[in-house]
């Protein structure tokens, strides 16, 4: 059991572009979970998996955001056109039963 | 809908002295309560959780914290702290039923003082 993984660990990109980061949950997990964080602030919902299928989505994900978890086992998500307000740490956490187990997060800079 | 409260956005002590970072939560239904430690740059490790049972519950790195329904209280203790200790904390609440996504507070960092 190597934990959550999340990939790239950093991620640079310029207003407009489109940027993709990938979650792999620990293997046993069904449940999902993709937070964001700001600076100085604690994480905030953005959406939950339980296996493949997406069942809650926060407010917080507008239309510029998707996510995926094809198979019921690693997960995408993709901010189409970013802006410098994306600009943050997306947080990916999994879940057997209660627990929650978080990723080391990917940090987006939009320049 | 849940919320939570952090009552101190920083908290500095001393080396080996005793620190309590304080909670408040609102609910309307019954929750699940945590707290996660952040260190710089990385993902959230879990300290503690309280399920049910015993309102005083133990965690890792000599902390604990105790749950109190009527004051809607979960306050973290450690009755000595370390350099290493110096770090975020962020309580959290899940509810009991359904997805169970936590709802955070603002954090509280700890700096530890030689």
């Known amino acids: 059991d190597t934990g959550v993984s999340q990939n790239p660990r950093h991620k640079i990109t310029k207003r407009g572009q489109n940027v993709t980061f990938r979650c792999d949950p620990i293997?046993?997990?069904?449940?999902l979970y993709w937070y964001r964080q700001t600076l100085g602030q604690g994480p905030e919902f953005l959406t939950y998996?339980?296996?493949?299928?997406?069942?809650?989505k926060s407010r917080l994900l507008s239309d510029r955001f998707s996510a995926e978890r094809p198979k019921g086992s690693f997960s995408t998500l993709e901010i189409q056109r970013t802006e410098q307000g994306d600009s943050a740490m997306y947080l990916c956490a999994s879940s057997g039963e209660i627990e929650a187990f978080f990723g080391q997060g990917t940090r987006l800079t939009v320049v | 809908a849940q919320s939570v409260t952090q009552l101190d956005s920083q908290v500095p002590v001393f080396e080996e002295a005793p620190v309590e970072l304080r909670c408040n939560y609102s609910?309307?239904?019954?929750?699940?309560l945590f707290w996660y430690v952040q260190y710089p740059n990385q993902g959230l490790q879990l300290l503690l959780k309280?399920?049910?049972?015993?309102?005083l519950v133990k965690g890792i790195n000599g902390f604990e914290a105790e749950f109190n329904k009527s004051q809607t209280s979960f306050h973290l203790r450690k009755p000595s702290v370390h350099i290493s200790d110096t770090a975020e904390y962020f309580c959290?609440?899940?509810?009991?039923?359904?997805?169970?996504?936590?709802?955070f507070g603002q954090g509280t960092r700890l700096t530890i003082n030689p």
């Open positions: 609910s309307s239904v019954s929750v699940y």
């Open positions: 309280y399920l049910s049972g015993s309102t």
């Open positions: 959290a609440v899940s509810r009991i039923q359904g997805a169970q996504k936590l709802v």
């Open positions: 293997s046993e997990h069904n449940r």
């Open positions: 998996f339980q296996n493949e299928a997406q069942l809650e």
